[in-house]
């Protein structure tokens, strides 16, 4: 048996994907909690797209902040960019592997338009050649993390080779979105790739899963978490992350998480699905 049971103690470990993923893959991570061990999280808004495969045992949920209607309970789960905060928990003990990918690495590893990862309950080995569909079964039977990673590597590396072409407009409008932090008009995008925006959208849902408003509110959200943690007032916090003033901040805010600014429990803040709950990247030889 793999010797990574909790023992009452949540596991957690996230590494670099191979060098030649790294530009789609950011990072695995592998978790472990126990029945005994719950854990509870808030999941804020993040641009990129994850694979959630389950290695047996409880079912992990994710409650939406903003309608409670909205809630997800699977083992495993293909998510697109989170648009809307989340409270993620488990039910029982729990074991798995997350995969973060960019939506358009995630297009090219699997062939599919990501407007089709739209789904609550889209089960990620269905995304995977026929071949590959045994892959958590394969995952489970790994005898540490550090193999299940290398397994991950081998599978996807030719799966990426062999993947469909982003448009190259696609690639730069997001590179754009990045660079500016969301603070750059739809319209100039549409502009400068000399697309209409109506076809801009559609190749982003296409290629992205989200339309480039979506991730430009995200980015602009992601920036202002980052100012806040570095202490920066909320007027100036609004300012700098592109927001017309602090009440459309806090509007926008309270739209995509159910909260204020000041209501978030720093202890379940999690702007980064994962990372915060796990150690730095760590390089492997």
Not at 219 to 247: C, S, T, W
Request: net charge positive; aromatic share 6%; glycine share 8%.
């Amino acid at each position: 048996m793999p010797q990574d049971s909790a023992h009452g103690r949540p596991v957690l470990t996230r590494v670099l994907a191979a060098p030649g993923l790294r530009d789609t893959v950011r990072s695995y991570a592998g978790y472990a909690y126990d029945r005994d061990s719950p854990q509870r999280r808030m999941v804020l808004p993040d641009t990129l797209a994850t694979i959630s495969l389950g290695l047996g045992g409880g079912i992990v949920r994710t409650d939406s902040m903003v309608d409670p209607a909205d809630s997800v309970s699977a083992l495993s789960r293909a998510a697109l960019p989170v648009m809307n905060a989340m409270i993620g928990h488990h039910e029982g003990g729990v074991r798995g592997v997350v995969v973060r990918m960019t939506p358009m690495g995630a297009y090219r590893l699997f062939g599919v338009p990501m407007c089709e990862w739209d789904l609550p309950h889209l089960d990620p080995v269905h995304l995977l050649p026929r071949v590959l569909r045994y892959l958590p079964e394969q995952l489970e039977e790994e005898a540490d993390w550090g193999e299940r990673f290398r397994t991950l590597d081998r599978v996807l590396l030719p799966l990426l080779e062999r993947g469909p072409a982003v448009a190259p407009e696609v690639e730069w409008a997001w590179r754009e979105l990045n660079r500016t932090h969301g603070r750059v008009r739809v319209a100039e995008l549409s502009a400068r790739t000399h697309w209409s925006i109506r076809h801009l959208e559609r190749r982003f849902q296409e290629q992205v899963g989200r339309p480039p408003a979506v991730i430009a509110r995200i980015l602009r959200f992601g920036r202002a978490m980052r100012l806040r943690e570095a202490g920066r007032p909320l007027a100036e916090v609004a300012h700098l992350a592109g927001f017309h003033d602090q009440a459309h901040y806090n509007h926008v805010f309270k739209a995509m998480t159910g909260l204020t600014p000041t209501q978030v429990p720093g202890s379940l803040a999690d702007w980064s699905p994962v990372d915060n709950l796990l150690p730095a990247p760590a390089t492997r030889a």
